[in-house]
Protein backbone atom coordinates (compact mmCIF):
# COMPACT_ATOMS: atom_id res chain seq x y z
CA UNK A 1 0.00 0.00 0.00
CA UNK A 2 1.28 3.14 -0.70
CA UNK A 3 0.40 6.57 0.72
CA UNK A 4 0.92 10.24 -1.07
CA UNK A 5 0.47 13.09 1.99
CA UNK A 6 0.11 17.06 -0.09
CA UNK A 7 -1.04 20.00 0.82
CA UNK A 8 1.57 20.73 3.00
CA UNK A 9 3.29 24.73 2.24
CA UNK A 10 4.39 27.88 4.35
CA UNK A 11 1.70 29.59 5.97
CA UNK A 12 1.28 32.63 8.94
CA UNK A 13 0.16 31.92 12.34
CA UNK A 14 -3.32 31.76 12.46
CA UNK A 15 -3.48 30.74 8.92
CA UNK A 16 -4.77 27.34 7.40
CA UNK A 17 -4.28 24.53 5.10
CA UNK A 18 -6.22 21.73 3.71
CA UNK A 19 -3.68 18.59 3.55
CA UNK A 20 -4.37 15.46 1.64
CA UNK A 21 -3.64 11.56 1.61
CA UNK A 22 -4.34 9.30 -1.94
CA UNK A 23 -3.95 5.41 -0.46
CA UNK A 24 -3.45 3.38 -2.94
CA UNK A 25 -6.21 0.58 -1.49
CA UNK A 26 -9.83 0.69 -0.44
CA UNK A 27 -9.77 2.66 2.51
CA UNK A 28 -12.90 0.99 4.48
CA UNK A 29 -11.37 -1.99 4.14
CA UNK A 30 -7.93 -0.36 6.37
CA UNK A 31 -10.15 0.20 9.23
CA UNK A 32 -8.84 3.08 11.13
CA UNK A 33 -6.72 5.97 9.28
CA UNK A 34 -4.76 8.86 11.37
CA UNK A 35 -2.66 11.81 10.61
CA UNK A 36 0.75 12.28 12.08
CA UNK A 37 2.80 15.15 13.12
CA UNK A 38 6.53 15.40 13.77
CA UNK A 39 7.78 18.12 14.86
CA UNK A 40 11.37 19.15 13.75
CA UNK A 41 13.90 17.12 16.21
CA UNK A 42 10.71 15.07 18.08
CA UNK A 43 9.27 11.89 17.84
CA UNK A 44 6.20 11.17 15.61
CA UNK A 45 2.87 11.64 17.03
CA UNK A 46 -0.27 10.46 15.86
CA UNK A 47 -3.05 13.61 15.96
CA UNK A 48 -6.15 12.79 14.29
CA UNK A 49 -7.89 9.23 13.74
CA UNK A 50 -11.29 8.80 11.24
CA UNK A 51 -13.21 5.14 11.27
CA UNK A 52 -14.25 3.17 8.07
CA UNK A 53 -17.64 4.48 9.39
CA UNK A 54 -16.47 8.15 10.58
CA UNK A 55 -16.04 8.43 13.49
CA UNK A 56 -13.39 11.04 14.14
CA UNK A 57 -11.05 11.68 17.75
CA UNK A 58 -8.73 14.18 18.05
CA UNK A 59 -5.63 14.89 20.59
CA UNK A 60 -6.05 18.35 22.78
CA UNK A 61 -3.61 20.33 21.46
CA UNK A 62 -5.54 20.35 17.94
CA UNK A 63 -9.05 19.92 19.19
CA UNK A 64 -11.50 22.64 17.83
CA UNK A 65 -9.04 23.44 15.37
CA UNK A 66 -8.22 20.80 12.92
CA UNK A 67 -10.62 18.41 11.39
CA UNK A 68 -10.09 15.15 9.49
CA UNK A 69 -12.41 13.50 6.86
CA UNK A 70 -12.66 11.19 4.28
CA UNK A 71 -13.44 10.54 0.86
CA UNK A 72 -14.22 7.07 0.28
CA UNK A 73 -14.44 6.97 -3.57
CA UNK A 74 -10.79 8.32 -3.88
CA UNK A 75 -9.68 6.29 -1.58
CA UNK A 76 -8.45 9.77 -0.05
CA UNK A 77 -8.04 11.10 3.81
CA UNK A 78 -7.99 14.94 4.58
CA UNK A 79 -6.56 17.04 7.49
CA UNK A 80 -8.43 20.65 7.74
CA UNK A 81 -6.25 23.19 9.74
CA UNK A 82 -7.35 26.13 11.02
CA UNK A 83 -5.71 28.74 13.20
CA UNK A 84 -2.31 27.42 12.78
CA UNK A 85 0.30 27.76 15.29
CA UNK A 86 4.11 27.75 14.82
CA UNK A 87 4.13 24.71 16.93
CA UNK A 88 2.25 22.89 14.31
CA UNK A 89 5.43 23.02 12.29
CA UNK A 90 6.47 19.69 10.87
CA UNK A 91 5.88 17.61 8.38
CA UNK A 92 2.16 15.62 8.35
CA UNK A 93 1.75 12.22 7.73
CA UNK A 94 -1.22 10.04 7.24
CA UNK A 95 -1.06 5.84 7.66
CA UNK A 96 -3.22 3.04 9.62
CA UNK A 97 -3.64 2.81 13.28
CA UNK A 98 -1.90 0.32 14.90
CA UNK A 99 0.96 -1.78 14.82
CA UNK A 100 1.29 -3.06 11.35
CA UNK A 101 1.83 0.29 9.37
CA UNK A 102 2.49 0.74 5.92
CA UNK A 103 5.60 2.53 4.73
CA UNK A 104 5.70 6.14 5.62
CA UNK A 105 6.43 7.81 2.67
CA UNK A 106 7.73 11.43 2.24
CA UNK A 107 4.88 12.89 4.37
CA UNK A 108 3.99 16.99 3.55
CA UNK A 109 6.19 19.99 5.12
CA UNK A 110 3.96 22.51 7.11
CA UNK A 111 5.62 25.35 8.53
CA UNK A 112 4.00 27.66 10.36
CA UNK A 113 5.74 31.65 10.80
CA UNK A 114 4.67 33.59 13.56
Known amino acids: VQLQASGGGLVEAGGSLRLSCTVSRNIITIGVMAWYHQAPGKERELVAT???????QYVDSVKGRFTISKDNAKNTVYLQMNSLKPEDTGVYYC?????????WGQGTLVTVSS
Open 50 to 56: ITAVGNT
Open 95 to 103: NRVGPRKYD
